[in-house]
C-alpha cells in the first residue's frame, strides 16, 4: 500500500522558473516530511524536511509547504538551475524509525 | 562528521550466485541502519532496517537476508540470486531517535544476468 504518492512522474520546466513538485500521503499518523534529490547512480541526498507542527519551511532556493488537512505537500524550487536536474523524492516519517517514500518525480530543467 | 561507505560500487552477477553487500558508517555510535533498493523506474523499497547489534527488522519477504554484526557495519546477502534481485541498493543511518533525517550511501548498482 502506498501511504506516500508523487503522481506526476516527470517534470519539465525552463530555466529561472519555478519548480513546483507534488506529494499526497494517506496516512495522518505521519509527522516528518522529507524531500530527497537523487541523481542517477548515486545515493539520495536530503533536501530539506518539514515538521507537522509546521506548514512552511524555507532554505534558499527550496521551500517545502505543507497542508496537513489535505495531506499534502509541495516542493518549491525558484529559481530553477541547470543543477536540479535530478529525481526528487517526497518521504514520510510516524513516530517510529522507518521513512515511507514516494515513486519520485524526474525533474528536467531546459536551458 | 559522518559518513558512510558502501561496496562494491557496482556488481554483475549470475543468477543462482551469492551476494554480499557492505555497508559502514563513520563518525557515530549506535545509528539506526537500513537497506532499500530501487528497481528501475521506482521508488525506494525499504528492505531491512536495524536498531542495534544483531537486530534486523524484515519489511519485505524476499530472497535477501541482513546481519549487522558491528555497531556501525551492516550486510546485504542472499545465497542465491534472482534476476528480480537486480536493482540499486542503498544503505542509509541515522541517529537513534525517531523521525530523523535519513542519510544515504552512495549505492550499489547489482545486474543479475
Known amino acids: 500500500d502506498q501511504q506516500v504518492k508523487q503522481n506526476s512522474p516527470s517534470l519539465s520546466v525552463q530555466e529561472g522558473r519555478i519548480s513546483i513538485l507534488n506529494c499526497d500521503y494517506t496516512?495522518?499518523?505521519?509527522?516528518?516530511f522529507l524531500w530527497y534529490k537523487k541523481y542517477p547512480a548515486e545515493g539520495p541526498t536530503f533536501l530539506i524536511s518539514?515538521?507537522?507542527?509546521?506548514d512552511k519551511n524555507e532554505d534558499g532556493r527550496f521551500t517545502v509547504f505543507l497542508n496537513k488537512s489535505a495531506k499534502h505537500l509541495s516542493l518549491h524550487i525558484v529559481p530553477s538551475q541547470p543543477g536540479d536536474s535530478a529525481v526528487y523524492f517526497c518521504?514520510?516519517?510516524?513516530?517510529?524509525?522507518?521513512?515511507?517514500f514516494g515513486a519520485g518525480t524526474t525533474v528536467t530543467v531546459r536551458a | 562528521s559522518q559518513t558512510i561507505h558502501q561496496w562494491p560500487a557496482t556488481l554483475v552477477q549470475p543468477v543462482g550466485s551469492p551476494l554480499s553487500l557492505e555497508c559502514t558508517v563513520e563518525?557515530?555510535?549506535?545509528?539506526?541502519l537500513y537497506w532499500y533498493r530501487q528497481a528501475a523506474g521506482r521508488g525506494l523499497q525499504l528492505l531491512f532496517y536495524?536498531?542495534?547489534?544483531?537486530?534486523i527488522s524484515s519489511e519485505v519477504p524476499q530472497n535477501l537476508s541482513a546481519s549487522r554484526p558491528q555497531d556501525r557495519q551492516f550486510i546485504l546477502s542472499s545465497k542465491k540470486l534472482l534476476l528480480s534481485d537486480s536493482g540499486f541498493y542503498l544503505c542509509?543511518?541515522?541517529?537513534?531517535?525517531?523521525?530523523?533525517?535519513?542519510?544515504f550511501g552512495p549505492g550499489t548498482r547489482l545486474t543479475v544476468l
Open positions: 518521504a514520510a516519517s510516524s513516530n517510529d524509525y522507518k521513512l515511507s
Open positions: 518539514i515538521s507537522s507542527i509546521k
Open positions: 563518525g557515530t555510535s549506535n545509528p539506526n
Open positions: 496516512n495522518s499518523m505521519f509527522d516528518y
Open positions: 536495524s536498531v542495534g547489534i544483531g537486530q
Open positions: 542509509a543511518w541515522t541517529r537513534t531517535s525517531v523521525g530523523d533525517t535519513q542519510y
